[in-house]
């Protein structure tokens, strides 16, 4: 279809009929081009082709049907009508042609993951065997102690740089254990516990304290348990188990807990 | 009357909400608008109003799924890098 075709014999009418006024008017016309330029890219997009057929093929009988309306005599609101569906049926075949890609994306952006995943696993596991422990760590019980707040395991300051929420590679086979603990019990949740000691900013000891229990919960979901079972939280310096008086307290202060709930997924109240 | 009831519907099902998505306040206003034509009778505009509801509130449902789905991707690409990061820690040590 041409514009200018239309708009001359718009003019032409204009010249018979003086009131009658005529459907390609300005603001028919502008959606007629509107929505036809929006058309266009929607057909020439491989992908929505691919993805959105039904769309598209919409959006063009909505444009046809309005552009053979803007040949009539005071159509306008038809034709801005019509040209309005189609452009949003174009947006529409946009829409879903993304949320495709983004489905094949993620496909390969999950494989990818699970590569990796594998990989990481491997890789602590052969860190963990060169360290020549492994046997005696399959024999030592996780350094849990039952208290009333349910089974709770301590990650010691030593795993942590000072002042950093990363955990350290010296915690592989500790966390290992525990990655291979809730695989056995898929039942089990837990709740990670981030404590601080009492020098620097609350503020500050807060998000560290915060920051270092999502470290360790990062961990376990990139080896693969359902984050679901994860909860965080962060203490700050609240709840010592040393006075802070002495360097050895404040680093026995300095700790991430792993509370684990009972075999059915029961979990004590948060403090 | 019916599909743009069932448009509206599943845009809000899917999570849109008329504050954060304009084209489903459109469709709401449309709709609305669309109803009242059929109480004056005015049949023609009733019947446009409801078509374009219908499809503002498709608009809005469809962008609502793809801006999920890029969330999606957003968590998978975050936890590629992070176990990029965790296998290039693993290498140094």
Redesign the interface.
């Known amino acids: 279809m041409s514009p200018m075709i239309r708009g001359l014999s718009c003019a032409v009418l204009l010249g018979t009929a003086v009131l009658g006024g005529c459907a390609t008017h300005p603001d028919s016309e502008q959606a007629l081009q509107q929505a036809s330029n929006d058309f266009q890219q929607v057909k020439e997009d491989a992908n929505v082709l691919r993805f959105a057929p039904k769309d598209v093929i919409r959006a063009g009988e909505s444009l046809a049907r309005a552009d053979r309306l803007s040949s009539y005599w005071g159509s306008g609101a038809d034709v801005v009508h019509y040209a309005y569906l189609s452009q949003r049926y174009s947006a529409i075949a946009r829409e879903h042609t993304e949320q495709a890609l983004n489905q094949e994306r993620g496909v390969k952006l999950e494989l990818e993951r699970q590569r990796l995943q594998l990989a990481l696993r491997e890789n602590k596991l052969i860190s963990v065997q060169q360290q020549g422990k492994w046997l005696e760590e399959q024999i030592a019980s996780l350094a849990t102690t039952q208290t009333d707040r349910g089974l709770v395991m301590t990650l010691g300051d030593v795993l942590f740089d000072t002042g950093e929420a990363e955990l350290k590679n010296s915690a592989n086979r500790t966390v290992l254990k525990i990655v291979q603990f809730l695989q056995l019990n898929p039942k089990r949740v837990v709740r990670i516990e981030g404590y601080a000691d009492n020098t620097g900013g609350e503020r500050e000891n807060l998000k560290l304290s915060r920051d270092r229990a999502q470290s360790v919960a990062d961990v376990l979901v990139d080896l693969g348990i359902d984050e679901k079972r994860i909860q965080v939280e962060g203490y700050g310096d609240q709840y010592p188990v040393e006075a802070n008086a002495s360097e050895r307290g404040r680093a026995q202060n300095r700790r991430v807990e792993i509370v684990f709930s009972d075999e059915k997924g029961q979990l004590g109240a948060a403090r | 009357m019916r599909l743009t009831q069932q448009a509206l519907e599943q845009a809000s099902a899917v999570g849109a909400n008329a504050d954060e998505s304009p084209e489903l306040k459109l469709a709401e206003a449309k709709f609305a608008r669309a109803k009242s034509s059929m109480a004056d009778q005015s049949y023609k505009n009733a019947r446009?109003r409801f078509?374009?509801a219908e499809?503002?509130a498709?608009?809005a449902e469809?962008?609502v799924?793809?801006r999920k789905?890029?969330e999606?991707?957003n968590v998978?690409?975050a936890?590629?890098t992070?176990?990029?990061k965790?296998?290039q820690?693993?290498?140094a040590?």
């Open positions: 446009m078509e374009q499809l503002d498709r608009l469809a962008q799924l793809t789905s890029q999606q991707l998978l690409n936890r590629i992070r176990l990029r965790q296998l820690l693993g290498e040590q």
